[in-house]
């Protein structure tokens, strides 16, 4: 068996486009409506530089009006509150993300708290959070990746009710909203975390139909170990050495996909699949927020 590819490009693509037009019908039909997102960099940090500039771009693209709040590393907590209260106001701004990692004086979990929720696009505040975890609560926004993921799964058929589901990695903004988001799908979700044995990581992967891994950790799953025909979503970022590349290194996920796409029925790629997801979600979390402050939703 060779497992098919889930395209997260292809399918962020789409969806892209489908942000696009709904926006530009929008507009024609009500003249003013302008989603708008702004994001607040701290510091000169190179990757979070890069991570901001392809959100703007992905704004651009669809019709979005994006604003790059740039501090300096050195702003002190209180200034940045001010800065987010004055954001929380403004009627203009449908959308505030903190690009993360903050500097180390600043306290992170305070921060992203500090965001009004109807404009907690990345879904990071408490209540966004707490809101995936009760039974009868909506969150107004689901953290990007989990979205993405879940989004991904549906287009491409992947039944998840009734399914054996393994989420590895218990984290706040990806592993623990998705087990949550994936058993409200109905799905029979086992989290596997820095506390389990490799006896149980073995037990509970060979028997999932689903197979989703955040951890950080390359070749963390292999092909092995899987339940032959299992779909695997691969959240992994991870640099390792490799003297063919120019830097030294090459980006890989959490999934020894070379392994594990003979046995697989369906398996993202590292780059190239969950990564467009998260970006894409972004914007449509952005174009609900815009909808709902203008009475369209």
Do not use: W
């Not at 929720?117 to 969150?139: H, M, R």
């Not at 549906?154 to 988001?181: F, W």
């Amino acid at each position: 068996m060779t497992a098919s590819i889930i395209d997260g490009k292809a399918i962020s693509a789409d969806l892209r486009s489908k942000i696009a037009n709904d926006i530009k019908d929008l507009q024609e039909k009500n003249p003013g409506f302008q989603p708008k997102l702004v994001i607040i960099q701290v510091g000169e940090r190179p990757d979070s530089s890069i991570y901001v500039r392809m959100k703007l771009k992905s704004c651009s693209e669809v019709g979005i009006e994006g604003v790059l709040v740039k501090l300096d590393g050195k702003i002190s907590q209180e200034e940045l509150l001010a800065k987010i209260a004055a954001l929380n106001e403004d009627s203009t701004v449908h959308g505030i993300l903190v690009q993360l990692p903050l500097p180390k004086h600043i306290d992170e979990e305070l921060i992203t708290n500090a965001v009004k929720q109807e404009k907690d696009i990345d879904g990071f505040s408490e209540l966004n959070l707490a809101a995936i975890f009760k039974k009868s609560a909506s969150p107004k926004y689901v953290p990007c990746t989990p979205k993405g993921i879940v989004y991904m799964l549906e287009q491409e058929d992947v039944t998840i009710a009734g399914k054996n589901v393994v989420v590895c990695g218990r984290s706040d903004i990806v592993g623990g909203p998705l087990a949550k988001l994936l058993e409200k799908k109905g799905g029979t979700v086992t989290i596997i975390h820095s506390k389990s044995t490799p006896e149980q990581l073995k037990f509970f992967v060979s028997n999932a139909d689903i197979v989703v891994s955040a951890v950080g950790q390359a070749n963390f799953i292999t092909g092995d170990i899987l339940k032959p025909g299992a779909t695997v979503i691969d959240v992994g970022t991870n640099y390792v050495a490799d003297e063919t590349k120019k830097s030294g290194q090459r980006m890989c996920g959490d999934v020894d996909f070379n392994s594990c796409v003979q046995v697989a029925g369906k398996i993202t790629p590292v780059p190239g699949g969950v990564g467009p997801m998260t970006v894409i979600m972004v914007l449509q979390n952005v174009l609900e927020s815009s909808k709902r402050a203008a009475g369209l939703l």
